[in-house]
């Protein structure tokens, strides 16, 4: 099926550094979601991202959507204990039917 | 109080059992999925239902089945021919399948483990 690569696998940061999590595709996507885990926990919604270059915010955290729309990034700004968890990409299939999920990224916050 | 159920939390089954996951909805979503967790794997997606009395099988469908007769109710049986079905095991939702335009709300999730 289609494959959604995303990378870093994990990161460590300092509490106050930033973090960036990317997602690639080889074919163009319709849109692209992006979801958070707790550990211990269900993913959960963030975002969804449709436009081509399109740029979204959330407080500390920024999504965008590239131009040839076949990659996004998450980014969050001067990280808090709060942001651990695995984030991951979903992108639909070409029916729609179905997202496909990166493999997400593990992010830990050293206080 | 709307939501997804996942039940229970914790199963435990000695090898050569099938076992059913529980999944029940409220939230009048069309569509249901089910995936599978695996460590640095993401989620992978097993079977998945656009209506009621229909699914479709996801990319990991062997050794699994599954029924949608209601609406709100998505079980997923493991069946003795999973291989390796020691997982964590989660359930979601969406308003619509078929455009991906909608975000899936997921359930807590089950975690089976077989010996």
């Known amino acids: 099926g289609q494959q959604v690569m995303q990378i870093p696998q994990y990161q460590h940061v300092q509490e106050g550094e930033d973090f960036t999590t990317y997602c690639n595709s080889s074919?163009?996507?319709?849109?692209i979601q992006w979801y958070k885990q707790r550990p211990g926990g269900h993913p959960v919604f963030l975002i969804q991202?449709?436009?081509?270059?399109e740029v979204k915010k959330q407080k500390r955290l920024t999504f965008q959507f590239g131009e040839a729309k076949k990659n996004s990034s998450l980014h969050i700004t001067a990280t808090q204990t709060t942001d651990v968890g695995t984030y991951f990409c979903?992108?639909?299939?070409?029916?729609?039917?179905?997202?496909?999920f990166g493999t997400g990224t593990s992010l830990t916050v050293i206080p | 109080d709307g939501g997804i159920t996942q039940s229970p939390k914790y199963l435990f089954r000695k090898e050569g059992q099938n076992v059913t996951l529980s999944c029940e909805q409220n939230l009048n979503h069309d569509a249901m999925y089910w995936y599978r967790q695996d460590p640095g794997q993401g989620l992978r997606l097993i079977y998945y239902?656009?209506?009621?009395?229909?699914?479709q099988k996801g990319d990991i469908a062997e050794g699994y089945s599954v029924s949608r007769e209601k609406k709100e109710s998505f079980p997923l049986t493991v069946t003795s021919a999973q291989k390796n079905p020691t997982a964590f095991y989660l359930c979601?939702?969406?308003?619509?399948?078929?455009?991906?335009?909608?975000?899936?709300?997921f359930g807590p999730g089950t975690r089976l483990t077989v010996t």
């Open positions: 239902s656009q209506i009621v009395n229909d699914f």
């Open positions: 991202l449709v436009k081509s270059g």
């Open positions: 979903a992108a639909p299939s070409s029916t729609g039917n179905q997202f496909y």
């Open positions: 979601a939702s969406s308003i619509d399948a078929g455009r991906g335009s909608y975000e899936q709300y």
């Open positions: 074919t163009t996507l319709s849109n």
